[in-house]
């Protein structure tokens, strides 16, 4: 599984995070080569730009069947690069796939607006034209659908784009590259740079005046950054960052229910989600049943390679993996018990962390207040609804949230008070390429899918027309 680009060079190795086994080698992109890719795509932009929504929308669709046809080659490549099991990652190519179709039905009924100004005499018109050349940025946790939900609605709006993939993870990005071309979108006018110098390269491209958009997703702390370098030249920004997200369960719940929620929301790729439960918050009348059920759940959980029909693969790296263990240390020196957790072969590399479940855990508890991204699931207690609120909002974050309520009265009551961009009723997955993800507070600015994140890479320009 080798994979080389144009670019210089300069080369690096991309592992396997379940065996350390390198998988792919790809050209090590420095500012300049990227500068290089930057200048494609500003020179395809014009042309791009003016292609008939129609057309666009048709390769976009061939991109989508491009996609779907590739799907045990796409699977393969990121379980390879990411860790992630076999049937998590056939997954992701169906949802990163269907970015590329829904964009194909969006690029051709961008709207405008046709209005008479209330003093009369004037027609107020509203078109929206591309942004321009967008650079956009991914992370290795979702290989192929981070880089479909920025790379779909900005071809899909006329601009044409750069994107650079997490180091861990280039392979599926420079697949899904091929598959654009082979669809029809034209050399240059999507370029994927991988590099091991994030930092030079995309700022070369922040300050760089052909580059009108900047798409991020990844830590907030990263995004941070980023939002200052962009400030210099009022770049128009899109963030999508970190989580922290609350789990409640009413004491109404269907129990078995908001287990089987709670495996998709808190085990998903292995908990390495920004969307993915954080902390659980059980009403003290359903807690025993819920922990029960939910740690049988977990100790049922096979952790193994992803190709080997294992539920929970690798993390991304050793580094992240020490850092989930020593959350769970911290937990369990102030107090907290662990009250289930799945078997690891001692065979397996560092890289493999035990799906657990924690119990006594004080709020404050770093593994409460940290984004853990990772297999552990802090389980908390409440009683008094206000206090859950307060407990739950008490972060940065401002992702997703999750409540599980047997009355839609008492569910939509406690998820109308959660700080968070969404909010999942009775449901364990928010992700959908048609419903707007994104988050509020310092989990971001902007929306991506639906209607909403085809307007983040739309400029509105308003005609202001005599018209008696
Ligand atoms: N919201 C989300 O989806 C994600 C959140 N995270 C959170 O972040 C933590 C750390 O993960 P990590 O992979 O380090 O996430 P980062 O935010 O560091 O990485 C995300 C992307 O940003 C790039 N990047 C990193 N530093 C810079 C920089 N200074 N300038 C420009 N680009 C940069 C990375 O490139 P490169 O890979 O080459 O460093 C990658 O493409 C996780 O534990 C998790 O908590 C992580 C990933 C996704
Ligand atoms: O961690 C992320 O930013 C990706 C969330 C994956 C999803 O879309 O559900």
């Given at each position: 599984?080798?994979?080389?680009?144009?670019?210089?060079?300069?080369?690096f190795d991309v592992t396997?995070p379940?065996?350390?086994?390198?998988?792919g080698?790809v050209?090590d992109h420095?500012?300049?080569?990227?500068?290089?890719?930057?200048?494609?795509?500003?020179?395809?932009?014009?042309?791009?730009?003016?292609?008939?929504?129609?057309?666009?929308?048709?390769?976009?669709?061939?991109?989508?069947?491009?996609?779907?046809?590739?799907?045990?080659?796409?699977?393969?490549l990121i379980?390879a690069e990411n860790g992630k099991?076999?049937?998590?990652?056939?997954?992701e190519?169906?949802?990163?796939?269907?970015?590329?179709?829904?964009?194909?039905?969006?690029?051709?009924?961008?709207?405008?607006?046709?209005?008479?100004?209330?003093?009369?005499?004037?027609?107020?018109?509203?078109?929206?034209?591309?942004?321009?050349?967008?650079?956009l940025i991914t992370p290795w946790n979702f290989p192929a659908a981070m880089a479909?939900r920025k790379?779909?609605?900005?071809?899909?709006?006329?601009?044409?784009?750069?994107l650079k993939p997490a180091a861990e993870t280039p392979l599926t990005a420079l697949?899904i590259?091929?598959?654009?071309?082979?669809?029809?979108?034209?050399?240059?006018?999507?370029?994927v740079v991988p590099t091991t110098a994030a930092a030079?390269v995309v700022?070369?491209?922040?300050?760089?005046?052909?580059?009108?958009?900047?798409?991020f997703t990844g830590s907030?702390?990263v995004g941070?950054?980023l939002?200052?370098?962009?400030?210099?030249?009022?770049?128009?920004?899109?963030?999508e960052?970190?989580?922290?997200?609350?789990?409640?369960?009413?004491?109404?719940?269907?129990?078995?229910?908001?287990?089987?929620?709670?495996?998709?929301?808190?085990?998903?790729n292995?908990?390495q989600a920004c969307?993915?439960?954080?902390?659980?918050?059980?009403?003290?009348?359903?807690?025993?049943?819920?922990?029960?059920?939910?740690?049988?759940?977990?100790?049922?959980?096979?952790?193994?390679?992803?190709?080997?029909?294992?539920?929970?693969?690798?993390v991304i790296s050793?580094r992240q993996?020490?850092?989930?263990?020593?959350?769970?240390?911290?937990?369990?020196?102030?107090?907290?018990?662990?009250?289930?957790?799945?078997?690891?072969?001692?065979?397996?590399?560092?890289?493999?962390?035990?799906?657990?479940?924690?119990?006594?855990?004080?709020?404050?508890?770093?593994?409460?207040?940290?984004?853990?991204f990772?297999?552990?699931?802090?389980?908390?207690?409440?009683?008094?609804?206000?206090?859950?609120?307060?407990?739950?909002?008490?972060?940065?974050?401002?992702?997703?949230?999750?409540?599980?309520?047997?009355?839609?009265?008492?569910?939509?009551?406690?998820?109308?008070?959660?700080?968070?961009?969404?909010?999942?009723?009775?449901?364990?997955?928010?992700?959908?390429?048609?419903?707007?993800?994104?988050?509020?507070?310092?989990?971001?600015?902007?929306?991506?899918?639906?209607?909403?994140?085809?307007?983040?890479?739309?400029?509105?320009?308003?005609?202001?027309?005599?018209?008696?």
């Amino acid at each position: 599984m080798e994979r080389a680009h144009a670019g210089g060079a300069a080369t690096f190795d991309v592992t396997d995070p379940a065996t350390g086994a390198v998988v792919g080698t790809v050209a090590d992109h420095g500012p300049h080569s990227a500068l290089q890719a930057l200048g494609e795509a500003h020179d395809a932009f014009p042309s791009w730009s003016a292609t008939p929504p129609r057309r666009r929308s048709e390769i976009l669709t061939g991109a989508h069947r491009g996609m779907i046809a590739a799907k045990d080659r796409l699977a393969a490549l990121i379980v390879a690069e990411n860790g992630k099991s076999r049937a998590d990652a056939e997954a992701e190519v169906g949802y990163a796939a269907e970015f590329f179709r829904w964009y194909a039905e969006e690029a051709v009924r961008i709207p405008g607006h046709f209005g008479t100004a209330p003093g009369g005499g004037v027609r107020n018109v509203v078109s929206r034209a591309p942004v321009g050349v967008a650079a956009l940025i991914t992370p290795w946790n979702f290989p192929a659908a981070m880089a479909t939900r920025k790379l779909a609605p900005a071809l899909a709006a006329g601009c044409t784009a750069v994107l650079k993939p997490a180091a861990e993870t280039p392979l599926t990005a420079l697949a899904i590259e091929e598959i654009l071309l082979e669809a029809g979108v034209p050399e240059g006018a999507v370029r994927v740079v991988p590099t091991t110098a994030a930092a030079p390269v995309v700022s070369a491209w922040i300050a760089d005046r052909r580059v009108r958009k900047l798409s991020f997703t990844g830590s907030t702390g990263v995004g941070r950054t980023l939002l200052s370098q962009c400030a210099d030249r009022v770049l128009n920004t899109s963030m999508e960052l970190g989580g922290n997200a609350p789990f409640v369960v009413a004491e109404d719940a269907d129990i078995d229910a908001a287990v089987q929620g709670a495996m998709i929301a808190k085990f998903r790729n292995s908990g390495q989600a920004c969307t993915a439960a954080n902390r659980f918050y059980v009403h003290r009348r359903v807690a025993d049943a819920f922990v029960e059920r939910f740690g049988r759940a977990v100790e049922a959980l096979k952790v193994g390679p992803g190709e080997q029909g294992a539920d929970i693969g690798p993390v991304i790296s050793e580094r992240q993996a020490d850092g989930i263990r020593s959350l769970v240390e911290s937990a369990v020196a102030d107090g907290a018990r662990v009250a289930h957790r799945a078997e690891v072969s001692p065979d397996l590399p560092r890289t493999f962390v035990a799906p657990t479940v924690l119990t006594g855990v004080a709020p404050d508890a770093a593994v409460v207040r940290e984004e853990v991204f990772g297999p552990v699931a802090p389980v908390l207690v409440w009683e008094d609804e206000d206090e859950l609120v307060e407990q739950a909002n008490a972060t940065e974050y401002g992702l997703a949230s999750y409540v599980y309520a047997g009355s839609a009265d008492a569910a939509m009551r406690i998820g109308e008070r959660l700080e968070a961009g969404m909010v999942g009723i009775n449901r364990g997955l928010v992700s959908d390429p048609s419903a707007p993800f994104g988050g509020v507070k310092q989990s971001g600015l902007g929306r991506e899918g639906a209607d909403l994140g085809l307007d983040e890479y739309l400029e509105p320009t308003y005609f202001s027309v005599a018209w008696s």
